[in-house]
């Protein structure tokens, strides 16, 4: 029987089986002398040991096509970025590492700007001119007014997504406004191992239908971009990727060289002045790690 990997607590696995539903689930002995544990968001096959019960062991693991180390999850179809327009003023700088992060594991990124009830036009507008060219889709909403909440159901619908971003964005109204239910599954486990479900933040996956899925990923404030070499940073920003043929020097870095195409396109207003001080200072930030 085929399933996904929704939650992992003390050496129990809570698979969900489409149609069936949540079996609790041991992982086979081999797993360990392989050095391979399971991850949240991995398909499986399990045996069932007792289906009144919905107990069963996890026999195999599917291939991954990819994993997070943080939170510890596996095959993510796309994730959702979501930032308020202001009450918090997005921090860019930190979106743009998000959007690295993404791009290394070769997972696709929606933004979501949300309270735009409390946003201007002129900063909706500000907002999708510094990232239109980030290579994004780009969606406002508003959890008050639910605006944007139907086009955020579409996107998510028939994948695994994963929601992120930092503190007192509204993701958790957002998550409730998508599912009032999605709450469901924490429930179930908590009362099956009789622990509080929020006593710990594991990295968990709500089943909205039958082949939709959420993760609902913990807050974050920063992002080292560290796994990639500073020469070869200019090929996460999507801005540059149309004029790399254009400059003088083969290799430019788009910094201190003349007759640069890209800063070409930054002085006449087509290149995000913001993203590309973001460029600079992450830049700047792996040329003095490489130092040292």
Request: net charge negative; hydrophobic share 35%.
């Amino acid at each position: 029987m085929n399933g996904k990997i929704i939650k992992g607590i003390a050496g129990f696995y809570y698979v969900h089986v489409p149609n069936e539903g949540l079996y609790e689930c041991k992982a086979k002995g081999s797993f360990r002398n392989k050095k391979i544990k399971p991850l949240v968001g991995d398909n499986v096959i399990i045996d069932v040991v007792d289906k009144d019960k919905f107990l069963g062991n996890i026999v195999d693991i599917l291939p991954r096509k990819n994993e997070l180390i943080r939170p510890a999850t596996a095959n993510i179809d796309q994730a959702i970025l979501i930032f308020a327009v202001n009450e918090p003023a997005p921090n860019i700088n930190l979106l743009s590492r998000f959007l690295i992060t993404m791009e290394l594991r070769h997972i696709e990124t929606i933004i979501c700007f949300n309270k735009t009830d409390i946003a201007t036009d002129e900063e909706k507008k500000n907002l999708y001119d510094i990232l239109s060219g980030c290579g994004c889709r780009i969606v406002f909403a508003s959890t008050y007014d639910e605006s944007g909440i139907e086009e955020i159901r579409a996107i998510i619908k028939g994948k695994t997504t994963a929601f992120a971003g930092p503190s007192g964005v509204g993701k958790s109204s957002m998550l409730n406004l998508i599912d009032g239910n999605h709450n469901m599954d924490t429930g179930e486990i908590s009362q099956k191992i009789k622990r509080g479900k929020h006593t710990t933040r594991h990295s968990e996956i709500f089943n909205i239908d039958e082949d939709t899925y959420i993760i609902d990923t913990p807050g974050f404030t920063s992002l080292y971009v560290n796994e990639i070499d500073k020469d070869d940073l200019k090929y996460y920003f999507a801005e540059f990727e149309q004029y790399e043929n254009q400059c003088r020097f083969n290799g430019c870095i788009h910094i201190n060289e003349p007759d640069c195409a890209v800063k070409n396109a930054l002085n006449e207003g087509r290149i995000s002045k913001v993203r590309y001080n973001n460029y600079i200072e992450m830049y700047k930030e792996l040329k003095e790690q490489r130092r040292y």
